[in-house]
């Protein structure tokens, strides 16, 4: 299955200022897909992105503060945007996997003061 | 609508002892997925499991083991003879084979805690 390379691992940022996370993927991928996890809770999906098209967003979740990038198969960045400390999280990429199986990346865990 | 649910918030056990954590799911696709996700306190996602709606044979490894019925919706999923290394958050999840680009929903998560 895919290996995902996430960075960075972890960061503590000030607010009002940008973050923007990468995940890189050993091979090909339609669609990649953001997920946050708040303190204590479960994952909720930001977005999902195809290559070469805007990303889709979920409730809640708008472009303005999240937007995403996919230049090609295998590269993707999700920008946290004019940050609070409402948007520290663990920020996880994940590709669909062969027989409907799924990869996450290693996650990036914000903290912002 | 698709739902994830797993009631048990969290769990302790002493070493050694079986654990049983619950996942009820819905879902209206006759076709879907489900998915059992292990996430130590380090926060990667470790795949444990993936099983078809079609294939309801429960499923071993090593101290692992899934029950899955389609008739109560359910997904359980047992630790044996727990260890301290289990000790993790344990994510059910669900896929329908065509819903909204193949995103995953997830539980909201059981906390396992072994204790020595």
């Known amino acids: 299955s895919a290996v995902i390379s996430q960075k960075p691992s972890r960061d503590i940022c000030q607010r009002g200022t940008s973050l923007t996370i990468q995940c890189q993927v050993d091979s090909q991928v339609t669609m990649m897909f953001w997920y946050r996890q708040q303190p204590g809770q479960s994952l909720t999906l930001i977005a999902t992105?195809?290559?070469?098209?805007?990303?889709?967003?979920e409730s809640g979740f708008v472009i303005d503060k999240f937007p995403i990038s996919r230049p090609n198969l295998t590269f993707s960045t999700l920008t946290v945007s004019n940050m609070s400390p409402e948007d520290s999280s663990i920020y996880l990429c994940?590709?669909?996997?062969?027989?409907?199986?799924?990869?996450f990346g290693s996650g990036t865990r914000l903290t912002v003061v | 609508a698709q739902k994830v649910t797993q009631a048990q918030t969290e769990i302790s056990v002493v070493e050694k002892e079986d654990v049983t954590l619950d996942c009820v799911y819905e879902?209206?696709?006759?076709?879907?997925?489900l998915f059992w996700y292990k996430q130590p306190p380090s926060g990667e996602l470790v795949f444990l499991i993936r099983?078809?709606?079609?294939?309801?044979q429960n499923e071993i490894s090593g101290r692992y083991s899934w029950n899955f019925q389609k008739s109560t919706s359910s997904f359980n999923f047992t630790i044996t003879a727990s260890q301290v290394v289990d000790s993790a958050v344990y994510f059910c999840?669900?896929?329908?084979?065509?819903?909204?680009?193949?995103?995953?929903?997830f539980g909201q998560g059981t906390e396992l805690s072994v204790k020595p």
């Open positions: 879902t209206r696709d006759t076709t879907y997925y």
């Open positions: 999840a669900l896929r329908g084979a065509y819903n909204q680009g193949g995103k995953l929903i």
């Open positions: 994940s590709v669909a996997a062969a027989n409907y199986g799924y990869t």
């Open positions: 099983r078809n709606s079609f294939d309801e």
């Open positions: 992105a195809n290559q070469g098209s805007e990303a889709t967003y």
